[in-house]
C-alpha cells in the first residue's frame, strides 16, 4: 500500500488508497477517480473512523452513502488480500488493509491499541475524499472512542 494505489471497489464507487509520506508525517490518502478528489488523513484521523457506527457516519459526513449494516460486516466471514500497513504518530498507532467480506472489498482499519475496527466500502471511502476539516474534527471529539467505554 506505500506508495502504490490499492484499489478499493465495487459497482458503485472506486476508491485508491496509499500510504504517502509528507513533510508532516505519514498520511493516508484516499482517492477518487471518478470524482477527481483526495483526502489525506493522519494516524489519528485514521484511528478516530476505527470506532465510527453507521449512525455517526451518516449524523456526521456530508451527503453520506447509503449505510452499510456494521452486523453484516461483524459476522461475516473476512479474507485479507494484504498484509497491514501500519500508520503511526506520537498519538496514534493504526494498521489498515484491503479485505473482502461476502465478496465485496473493504478497507479494514484496526486500531490495537483502543480495540477498534471498522471496514469502510467503496462508496463511504469515495465519500470521505469531499469531507471538510470541520467534519473530521467532529469524529475526534470522543478522542478514546464513544463515551464511557474507556
Known amino acids: ?5 490499492t484499489e478499493i471497489s465495487n459497482e458503485s464507487a472506486i476508491a485508491l488508497v496509499r500510504k504517502v509520506r509528507t513533510r508532516n508525517g505519514v498520511r ?27 449512525e455517526t457516519f451518516s ?32 498519538f496514534a498507532y493504526t494498521l489498515v488493509r484491503k479485505v473482502h ?21 467503496p462508496p463511504l471511502l469515495e465519500s470521505l475524499t469531499w469531507q471538510t476539516s470541520q467534519t473530521f474534527s467532529k469524529f475526534l471529539e470522543e478522542p478514546y472512542g464513544p463515551r464511557g467505554t474507556h
Open 101 to 121: 467480506i461476502r465478496g465485496g472489498a473493504r478497507l479494514e482499519i484496526h486500531s490495537p491499541k483502543l480495540d477498534y475496527r471498522i471496514y469502510l466500502d
Open 28 to 54: 493516508l490518502e484516499i482517492h477518487s477517480p471518478e470524482q477527481d478528489r483526495r483526502v489525506y488523513l493522519d494516524p489519528l484521523h485514521i484511528e478516530s473512523l476505527a470506532w465510527q457506527t453507521p
Open 1 to 5: 500500500m506505500e506508495d502504490e494505489y
Open 59 to 90: 449524523d456526521t459526513l456530508e451527503d453520506p452513502p447509503e449505510a452499510t449494516s456494521t452486523k453484516e460486516t461483524e459476522e461475516a466471514q473476512v479474507e485479507t488480500e494484504n498484509e497491514y500497513t501500519e500508520f503511526t504518530n506520537e
